[in-house]
């Protein structure tokens, strides 16, 4: 068959993607079978597609082995440390990147050391290191460092749209992550297990980005590096957002694009040179692989490597180059010398972008030709004309061809990509020749490269003020949902039909139109109103079918040690109850807005919040709002009376009141109208707040039932004893379905009392890893005696419950769905004499509660 390795390629790059679900014994069994088969397909001398269905088995199968043999090396005996502050003694596996608070960088570890224990590790990890962070600190590729920390093995994705760390790390080659302080650090020589020549290419480096940092002031430097190294810590933050926000960030890491544009300046010097035939071959990949091993062989500098030798190798040889062929050849080694590479973000861009220039440049480019002879420029050349076309045409078709993994990875697409692109991409080959010969000649002769920077810095020079330029042009980028995975499988099959069928996109459009204009022919006006009136008349008499009620639903999200709830009623609305963060001594206590509320909220695509509520001023129940109320609209903030004195609470409502969110002030008394047969009352804070109790702000928090007919929520913030025993002597109707349980499961003495005057059926606990000892043991024993179902985001990541009123299902990342249904009583009978008296669904009122 034609092509026969992409097809091998594809059925192998599929076996890695499938290798997380099929185990290593499986797969063992699999390999035996699929090579069966294949000897059993030889025997028969099969032919055509028959003989390719063995092969193609064989592949996928070995694609699923080397996943699983790749885990389990990452892996390694990683999983014994889980949790144990110990010593680690390796080699920095890559650049640093230094953050304002922290520097992270991948460890390969020579061995673990616990107190007096020394254990050989041969594995990597993700080491964060707080505190003390100077950006002059001598660490670097290469050094053997020791650090003293906590080691945690994450668990996987722990709620809807969240981040699976887990799978972050194994994909990138690391088994666990280690968090430390910048004071434990001791950094030594250049690693033994460093290899000399690895050792050469990185100190080589170094000199070379000396070079360029002494002979260009400090942003043009750092964008040259950038450019020709892939170093973006070296940008300006102002280059950088600009840079980003441009759609030209591709060109900042080190990719096909570069060797790509290295070696055609190469062969254009060797051709005025009069160089040709083997030596300026062989030189030509000298110089293209020194180039790649010195950025890191990157995925994507591998590609274009391996694709370039393909092309120099069929040129020399006389023989017609397949470019689909050298693609999947590319892929297929390099997937060979690291499956795990598959799940590389840089290698899905690369190979999106090559295999859909390769497919729809020359049609894009015969499209855009077509309209810039319709412009009104004919004082420009055609040949310059058809340059602009080509330039347009690759930058389309690139963008076509990642334009879901871009929205998918980074959130956000760039509107200017394209112009930018057109006037940033001609100069680059140049300053990429530039700097390289810059970098070089100033290790022995600095004068020359004095010279040579007086060439590259009007380049640099026009690049920042372009970008700068683009960049802040307030339509430049646009916030994009994430698309789902059957969106994307959607997509990418249509270009690929589409690729398939007709080979063209022109061909396709044509036949398109071709077969409108056939179908308008055949139509008459007199059969389509026949049709139309026959099939309306049905609805007409009967009306439309009704649609099924959409549930309430309640998701308590995983946000470690803290609480966070997000509620979507049946008539659509969105409301979230606290938002989880950190404490301030931690610092960035914003960070689980941003690492999971945000994402939880994206993939729910909520595009804004009705309403959200702050049960209490402590940040782990307020801080990720911050983040929140940065990104996503909110109609109305509700908190309770409690005005603390805290910075990042002020800040907050702050934050609010520049973004114009009123703010409504809760307490006992009040009733938010939600919806038909949904409504909140809020059973606490009473109007005279607590005070002297030993934890007033604790005390104050919102206590909220949330009724939806005969299924009831009961939210209680983290009210503690004296909250707790108010409620109980004011005979509160405390009656509920669902408890979240108090302050994270925290010891109450009167929690007896209370759970017997609520009575739940399930009580969710929010809580995480921590030093205080929640939940308690004796709360525990008291949930097992009164027998409602537990869950705890701490053991069943986020807890996600829905119901009609009458029934309600739940289900945790960690766990199946389980149906319940309301037990019969008085509290269905008390919600409906209560709902008859309610206002207007959807607004927000006060309103006395019965």
Not at 235 to 248: I, K
Not at 255 to 271: I, Q, T
Not at 539 to 560: M, N, Q, R, T
Not at 619 to 635: F, I, M, Q, S
Request: aromatic share 10%; hydrophobic share 50%.
């Amino acid at each position: 068959m034609n092509r026969l390795l992409v097809f091998l390629t594809i059925a192998y790059a599929l076996g890695i993607s499938l290798g997380r679900h099929i185990t290593l014994e499986a797969g063992i069994y699999l390999a035996v079978g699929a090579l069966l088969f294949t000897a059993w397909n030889l025997w028969m001398r099969q032919e055509g597609f028959k003989a390719l269905i063995p092969f193609l088995l064989l592949f996928l199968v070995a694609g699923s082995l080397a996943f699983n043999l790749a885990i389990k090396k990452v892996n390694g005996t990683l999983q014994e440390f889980d949790g144990q502050r110990c010593t680690l003694v390796g080699m920095v596996a890559d650049e640093p990147l230094w953050h304002d608070d922290r520097v992270v960088f991948p460890l390969n570890l020579d061995f673990i050391q616990l107190r007096e224990e020394k254990k050989f590790a041969a594995s990597m990890v993700r080491v964060t290191l707080y505190r003390g962070v100077e950006a002059d600190t001598a660490l670097a590729y290469g050094q053997e460092v020791t650090v003293r920390g906590l080691l945690v093995v994450p668990e996987g994705k722990r709620n809807p749209g969240g981040f699976d760390y887990r799978s972050f790390l194994e994909t990138r080659g690391m088994g666990a992550a280690f968090y430390g302080e910048t004071a434990s650090l001791v950094v030594g020589e250049f690693s033994p297990s460093l290899s000399p020549v690895r050792q050469f290419a990185l100190e080589l480096k170094e000199k070379m980005k000396a070079v360029l940092q002494a002979q260009l002031p400090n942003r043009a430097g750092g964008l040259l590096i950038a450019i020709l190294f892939g170093e973006r810590q070296a940008l300006d933050p102002a280059v950088d957002e600009a840079v980003r926000r441009s759609g030209v960030a591709h060109m900042m890491a080190v990719s096909g694009l570069h060797v790509g544009l290295l070696a055609a300046l190469l062969f254009l010097f060797f051709k005025r040179a009069g160089l040709g035939g083997w030596p300026a071959c062989l030189l030509l990949m000298l110089v293209l692989f020194a180039y790649t091993y010195l950025t890191g062989l990157k995925p994507s500098t591998l590609r274009a490597f391996i694709m370039i030798a393909m092309g120099v190798l069929a040129l020399s040889l006389g023989r017609r180059k397949d470019l689909p062929t050298t693609v999947a050849l590319a892929g297929l080694l390099t997937l060979i010398y690291n499956p795990l590479l598959l799940f590389n973000v840089g290698m899905q861009l690369s190979y999106g972008a090559t295999l859909s220039i390769l497919l729809f440049t020359n049609s894009l480019q015969q499209m855009v030709g077509l309209l810039f002879a319709r412009l009104p420029a004919s004082f420009i050349p055609s040949s310059w004309m058809d340059n602009l076309a080509g330039l347009a045409a690759v930058t389309i078709a690139a963008q076509i061809g990642i334009l879901p993994l871009i929205a998918f990875y980074f959130k956000e697409i760039s509107l200017v990509a394209l112009p930018a692109n057109i006037l940033i991409l001609p100069v680059m080959a140049l300053l990429l020749g530039i700097g390289l010969v810059c970098a070089v000649s100033g290790l022995f002769i600095p004068l020359a490269a004095s010279f040579l920077t007086l060439a590259a810095y009007p380049l640099l020079a026009y690049i920042i003020v372009l970008t700068g330029c683009f960049g802040s042009l307030d339509f430049a980028t646009i916030y994009v949902f994430p698309p789902r995975f059957w969106e994307i499988i959607v997509y990418y099959s249509l270009l690929a039909f589409v690729a398939w069928k007709n080979g063209t996109v022109s061909k396709n459009l044509s036949k398109l139109l071709i077969r409108l204009k056939a179908l308008k022919l055949k139509l008459r006006l007199f059969p389509i109103m026949a049709v139309s009136f026959t099939i309306a008349l049905p609805f007409a008499w009967w009306g439309l079918p009704s649609l099924p009620e959409k549930p309430l639903e309640v998701v308590f999200l995983d946000v470690c040690q803290g609480d966070a709830a997000y509620i979507r009623t049946p008539s659509g609305m969105n409301i979230l109850l606290d938002g989880g963060g950190r404490p301030s001594y931690m610092g960035d206590i914003e960070r689980v807005g941003r690492q999971v509320v945000i994402p939880y909220l994206e993939q729910r695509r909520v595009r804004k919040l009705d309403l959200v509520i702050i049960s209490h001023p402590h940040e782990d129940h307020y801080g990720g709002l911050l983040a929140v109320l940065e990104k996503v609209p909110v109609e109305l903030l509700a908190t309770n009376a409690e005005e603390a004195e805290a910075e990042p609470y002020i800040r907050l409502l702050d934050l609010a009141a520049a973004r114009g969110i009123p703010r409504l002030t809760l307490q006992k008394g009040d009733t938010l109208i939600l919806g038909p047969s949904l409504k909140m009352d809020v059973f606490g804070p009473p109007a005279n707040l607590f005070r002297g109790t030993g934890s007033d702000v604790n005390n104050n928090s919102l206590v909220m039932r949330l009724l939806y007919r005969e299924v009831s929520f009961l939210f209680t913030g983290d009210i503690e004893d004296s909250a707790a025993a108010w409620l109980l002597r004011e005979k509160v109707p405390l009656q509920s379905t669902i408890l979240k349980v108090p302050h994270h499961g925290g010891y109450m003495s009167v929690f007896p009392s209370l759970l017997a005057a609520v009575d739940p059926q399930v009580a969710v606990i929010q809580v995480g890893r921590n030093t205080f000892g929640h939940p308690h043991g004796e709360i525990l024993n008291n949930l097992k005696e009164h027998g409602p179902a537990v869950y705890r985001n701490d053991q069943h990541g986020a807890v996600m419950i829905s119901s009609d009123g009458y029934t309600w299902h739940i289900k945790t990342m960690f766990a199946d769905v389980a149906l319940h249904h309301a037990p019969e009583g008085s509290l269905g009978q008390r919600l409906i004499c209560v709902k008859e008296k309610l206002p207007e669904a959807g607004s927000f009122k006060r309103a006395a509660i019965n």
